[in-house]
């Protein structure tokens, strides 16, 4: 073949920016089609391994040491009746517990943090976390009188979030005011719960104390699994409005100019997120840190390409197990709340968040 | 055929009318520069005509239909636009920011289609965005990253920009860059209606001008006509020279000294 013939059987320069987008994997079916990015695939699948791992620690751990393996033999029904009651009477309720209620911070914080755009906007901030805990106190102190009000607990913190909206409709730059007048929502809710609480008897309302502390001891599946129930059901709305969260990351204005309905989904996201954050306050109190850290540490992952809703789940899960086996075998054989550990945690990652800011203001 | 056509809008902001019966057509293919002093409500007007705000009086109609009866995301398969200060996510792409302009041909069951492909790269080929599609978009050169957001405004592939000062923070250099660009669109067969600051390269690359001034139309049609001294002289509240430009004779807009301050300065010397 000659050279100009080569030459000639040459078509059209290729185009450029890839037909399929770079670091996602295009799956087609039909007129259909997804996009998957691959980190986050990946990431995520990482995660609930070790996620899996860390559960069965969990349940070998405690005052009763077991083996892993022998943990694992339980969970598959293959041991003596003592450990087997150990197991599932005891240490899988827990776990069960802890990992709906991390996954329900997680999730939700990430939703109100891209939606506000700041990091400091979590549910535990701005006092939708306090808003549950003060409607199960009430209701569980006048009204329920013991048995556990979990299913109050969106309507506290939709009652919250309503108070905020009436005193701060515009959220300020970057949030900012909404996150500051959120403090304050907060605040009044805990005000108002330890209020009630101070008007019953101390040994009346020692495990309603405990529980706003966020602990997580003998909370059984009769809160744990309606909730889980819930939240799953609630899945596909978050899948759904995800796509827009992309791209609200543009801001409100290029959202709008791309065609989202930027106040239908905000209100959509938002009460979203409320609920969710509310039926994880309702198993093991309100627990900071969580909403607030697991965004952070999985858009890092992610390296910020997307908005990570599904690893910061995983990740929510798997950092609030971490708290509660480690306050569990720690403080062994008193028993100490678990959101102790987290306040803990939250504080100092509060401290670097707001050191790193000053820096920038500067 | 007027492809957009303004009938007589007003907008009151805090019951303040920011703009006054404002009307004006949009022909197909025309690179149409909005000018006029600061507050005069030539953002506004923009912001009207992308329904990012909705008139408080008169319509305005898009290809037969008025904008209301549109909804966003109709509406963003015919216009694109895109805001003075866009917000860019940390950690995005080139790429990511090209794709991002897709969001309204696409659906949660339809997530990449050929023509989305199709459209990301030729908006990445007439942007010129080809060696830099994986940096991050906030790690650019003002001129480049004001063509990747150009970028994403053409692969959203509408017959209508709207551009709200895409060049007030550039250099002279990335002006320029970035207005090329805006003529390739044009080329390319787009209507542009971009507000703009700077009166001579405004008047080097739009077609016409409209000049809005205290929320009305002062003057509008082809550049020579809106360029007038006696005309800029009023709209500015200054006093101008106009010369031309030895390169192509464009008019170029020279605001003389207010005269006190020129007598002040001989007393001085």
């Known amino acids: 073949m000659s050279l100009t013939s080569f030459a000639k059987t040459k078509v059209s320069p290729p185009l450029h920016g890839a037909a399929i987008p770079t670091g996602k994997w295009l799956f087609t079916w039909r007129r259909h089609s997804l996009l998957l990015e691959k980190r986050a695939v990946c990431i995520g699948l990482l995660l609930l391994l070790a996620l899996m791992i860390l559960s069965v620690i969990s349940i070998s751990v405690g005052s009763a040491k077991l083996t892993p393996w022998l943990a694992l033999q339980a969970i598959f029904g293959d041991t003596s009746r003592l450990i087997e009651i150990m197991v599932f009477k005891i240490r899988l309720p827990r776990v069960v517990a802890v990992l709906t209620a991390g996954a329900a911070m ?74 500051v007048i959120g403090i304050g929502v907060s605040e009044l809710m805990r005000a108002l719960g330890e209020f009630l609480m101070s008007t019953e008897s101390i040994v009346h309302v020692s495990a309603v104390y405990m529980w706003t502390m966020g602990n997580f001891v003998g909370q059984g599946y009769s809160t744990s699994l309606p909730v889980a129930a819930i939240l799953l059901a609630l899945c596909p709305l978050v899948m759904y409005f995800s796509r827009q969260l992309n791209v609200l990351r543009l801001g409100v204005d290029t959202a709008q100019s791309l065609g989202v309905n930027v106040d239908r989904v905000q209100l959509a996201i938002l009460m979203l997120a409320i609920m969710i954050a509310a039926l994880g306050t309702a198993i093991g109190g309100p627990v900071v840190f969580i909403a607030m850290a697991a965004p952070i540490i999985a858009s890092y992952l992610l390296k ?50 707001l050191l790193r800011d000053k820096g920038r203001a500067d | 055929m007027a492809l957009l056509s303004v ?31 600061n507050g005069g409500g030539k953002s506004t007007l923009i ?34 636009y895109l805001p ?68 994403m405004i053409l692969a959203q592939d509408t017959d209508i920009i709207l ?29 542009v209606v971009l507000v703009i600051h700077d009166l001579a390269a405004a008047a080097r690359y739009c077609d016409e001008l409209i000049a809005i001034g205290e929320g009305k139309v002062i003057a509008s049609g082809p550049v020579n006509d809106v360029i007038t001294k006696s005309l800029i002289d009023s709209l500015y509240k200054t006093d101008v020279d106009i010369m031309q430009a030895p390169f192509d004779h464009a008019p170029v807009i020279v605001p003389r000294r207010k005269k006190s301050n020129v007598v002040d300065l001989k007393r001085l010397g």
């Open chain 2, 84 to 151: 003075q200060h866009p917000t860019i996510p940390a950690g995005i792409t080139v790429e990511q920011l090209v794709q991002y302009g897709r969001h309204p041909h696409q659906s949660w069951f339809r997530q990449w289609s050929e023509q989305d492909a199709e459209q990301v790269a030729k908006a990445i080929q007439l942007m010129n965005l080809e060696s830099i599609l994986d940096q991050s978009v906030a790690s650019l050169s003002g001129g480049q990253r004001q063509r990747a957001w150009l970028a």
């Open chain 2, 7 to 37: 009938n007589g809008i007003n907008f009151c902001y805090e019951s303040k009318a920011v703009i006054k019966d404002v009307s004006i057509t949009l022909s197909a293919g025309s690179l149409v520069g909005i000018v006029g002093p």
């Open chain 1, 304 to 353: 910020d390409r997307i908005v990570p809703l599904w690893c910061a789940a995983i990740l929510g899960a798997l950092l609030l197990l971490c708290s509660d086996t480690f306050v569990r075998v720690l403080a062994d054989p008193h028993e100490v709340a678990t959101g102790i550990m987290t306040r803990i945690l939250g504080g100092v990652m509060l401290l670097i968040f």
């Open chain 2, 163 to 191: 551009l709200d000062e895409p060049t007030s923070a550039l250099d002279i250099g990335h002006q320029i860059e970035v207005l090329e660009s805006i003529s390739e669109m044009v080329s390319a067969g787009k209507t």
């Open chain 1, 106 to 179: 997680g999730l939700a914080g990430c939703l109100i943090q891209s939606l506000v755009r700041n990091r400091l906007a979590t549910p535990d901030m701005i006092g939708v976390n306090e808003g549950a805990t003060l409607a199960i106190t009430f209701f569980t102190l006048y009204i329920t009188m013991g048995s556990w009000p979990w299913w109050i607990a969106p309507i506290g913190a939709m009652f919250a979030a309503l108070i905020l909206y009436f005193l701060c409709k515009n959220p300020g730059e970057q949030g900012y005011l909404f996150v």
């Open chain 2, 47 to 80: 912001k009207l005509l992308a329904k990012q705000m909705m008139p408080t009086a008169g319509e305005i109609v898009l290809k037969q239909q008025p904008l209301s009866n549109y909804t966003m995301k109709q509406l963003a398969k015919h216009i694109a």
